[in-house]
């Protein structure tokens, strides 16, 4: 019975949602034009000075200092290696350099123009601190293609539309279900509260998936852009954020009765994940306090697990700490919210 | 099912809101298979009481009993309401809002059927949300039906309804009633409450101040009836004619229990009888006697 009731809720739901061709054009519009927008904005590949080399270990020997010493060069020290390897095979540094004794190893990318002209400049340097000697150095060759800005932000703006799909849609729908006297009258039926958002919650699901996987899938094609790690996986991030997002809406929807006051309410909540759930730019190297909020935002968590298996391909293993802090966050929030919850 | 006892009884019901007692201790019980009005005007407490009822307020105090116990999950399923006010989802047609109410209750009515009885076959595919009032409220009829109850509660439903359409709409809770479903109805239209109420009772203020059948509370207040007259026509000053008259909406009435004598009289004043009117009394005018206000004000 209890099916029955959710799938009769679930399914008028979804069509309320489809014949609404504002809310429904909004949510398939948005994204493209962001997206679009942005890669006809960055789609001059921007000169990159200074070159980034990544150091990881000590330099113990003057051939090793030398090769430390070049000018209008940011040598930035790591603590993985095999982070750094990464970020070499991503553009994001052009060279790799690891000290272990006097052993030297440098990694370099075929596909970077610039990783090339260091690799010249570097073996000048060490000719030039020690003439003659046979440098004890050895030569990893990775490649890989840079991560356009463009590929680089499509999941932030994909995360973007699900947070204003899965907040508006469950916060500001159910405040105007509760002022127009649409939960009254499901009231007087023997619906529990619980079904109500339960079915809120299904019908919600279906259309973020529905909307975002071709929008992705398309638009990741329209970028050249290939999901290193397991789809599936991706979509497991992209069903565990949107439950948290939307189990965020279920706090707003729980008892407000001003459509005004949950519209400021949403704003409120949106924008701050918008900027600081690092959407346009990384968390990385950003101040500590900024880092330690934006942990406490769902939409970071979805976001930094879904760029680990684009971009990265991570696994489960890896991104299993964000999956726990979102079903964290959602237990918190599906608690308060059904707390809260008044039909009137 | 055998029943002993009322199907419906309120005890004492009391709901304060800041500043007002909504409802002031109303009682009453209701018989299987009657159609029980709620009449009075705007304010009276009529929709707070029913919504108490329904389960949407709780009361202060009181006792609600649903064959003979306090109401528990049974109750949602076999009673049907239709609000005074009700939006529906949007985007919606009627045929799919039917089925979404449908859905929600185990038990209930084929829709089919239920489409016939409320008419609704001319419309079923327009947006719910886009009826004309009288389609409106035979949709908010259907789906209170839908789950097939025992008792259902019509709040005010004929109200803003052009005549033709509140005659339509009279008929069908007429059948409604034949086919054996207990009504509980609040209306401010006393006509309304004549035409369909077995059995009544009379709200102001938040309080029951008469109660019985139509006929019986008639003739238990009056045994007279009333004369009425356009003003126009009415060419005496009133303060000097020998009967009490009463000025209302451009007619003057006369309230006599001796027909023939008021009739003299008004022609002993040299008063034309051409567009003289005889009226029984109405409930309307029990209203005025028991409150001194009109019930539609």
Known sequence: ?344 | MAMNGPLLEVRELVKHYPGVCAVDGVSFAIEAGRCFGILGPNGAGKTTTLEIIEGIHEPDSGAILYRGLPRDARFREEVGIQFQQTALQQYLTVHETLRLFRGLYPRGRALDELIALCRLEGFLERDANRLSGGQRQRLLLAMALVNDPALIFLDEPTTGLDPQARRNFWELVAAIRAGGTTIVLTTHYMEEAQVLCDELVIMDHGRIIAEGTPEALLSHHFDDAVLELPEADFTVAAETFPLPVYRCNGRIELQCSDIDHAVATLQAAGISLARLRIRPRTLEDLFLKLTGRELRQ
């Not at chain 1, 080399?53 to 930035?76: I, N």
């Not at chain 1, 993985?80 to 370099?108: K, M, N, P």
């Not at chain 1, 934006?294 to 684009?310: F, N, S």
């Open chain 1, 1 to 344: 019975m209890r099916l029955r009731r959710l799938y009769a809720l679930v399914v008028a739901r979804n069509k309320e949602f489809t014949r609404d061709r504002h809310a429904l054009g909004w949510n398939l519009l948005f994204p493209l034009v962001v997206v679009i927008g942005l890669a006809f904005a960055f789609s001059e590949e921007s000169e990159r000075m200074p070159w980034k080399v990544a150091v990881h270990g000590e330099a113990a020997t003057p051939a090793q200092e030398a090769l430390l010493g070049l000018r209008h060069v940011d040598y930035l020290p790591v603590d993985e290696l095999e982070r750094a390897v990464r970020s070499v095979e991503r553009h994001r540094v052009d060279l790799l350099l690891a000290f272990d004794g006097v052993q030297t190893r440098y990694w370099s990318n075929d596909d970077n123009p610039a990783a090339y002209l260091l690799e010249r400049a570097l073996l000048a340097a060490l000719a030039e601190a020690a003439p003659g000697q046979v440098p004890e150095l050895q030569r990893a060759q990775v490649s890989g293609a840079q991560v356009s800005y463009v590929q680089w932000v499509l999941p932030g703006v994909l995360a973007v539309n699900i947070m204003f799909s899965a907040l508006y849609g469950i916060g500001f729908v159910t405040v105007r279900y509760r002022k127009n006297g649409v939960l009254k009258r499901l009231r007087a039926t023997p619906l529990r509260a619980s079904d109500f958002l339960l079915a809120q919650l299904l019908s919600r699901i279906w259309l973020i998936v529905l909307v975002s996987v071709p929008l992705f899938a398309g638009m990741a094609w329209f970028l050249g852009l290939a999901v290193e790690g397991s789809p599936w996986l991706l979509l497991l991030v992209l069903l565990v954020g949107t439950f948290s997002l939307i189990a965020m809406g279920m706090i707003v929807a729980a008892r407000l009765v001003s459509e005004e006051l949950a519209d400021g309410l949403l704003n409120l909540i949106s924008w701050p994940m918008m900027l600081l759930s690092g959407v346009w730019f990384s968390l990385e190297g950003a101040h500590p306090a900024m880092q330690a909020l934006a942990a406490l935002l769902p939409l970071t968590h979805m976001l930094e697990a879904a760029r680990g298996i684009i971009f990265d391909g991570h696994g489960l293993l890896e991104i299993a700490p964000h999956l726990a802090a979102l079903v964290l966050m959602t237990a918190l929030f599906l608690a308060v919210g059904a707390r809260l919850f008044r039909w009137e």
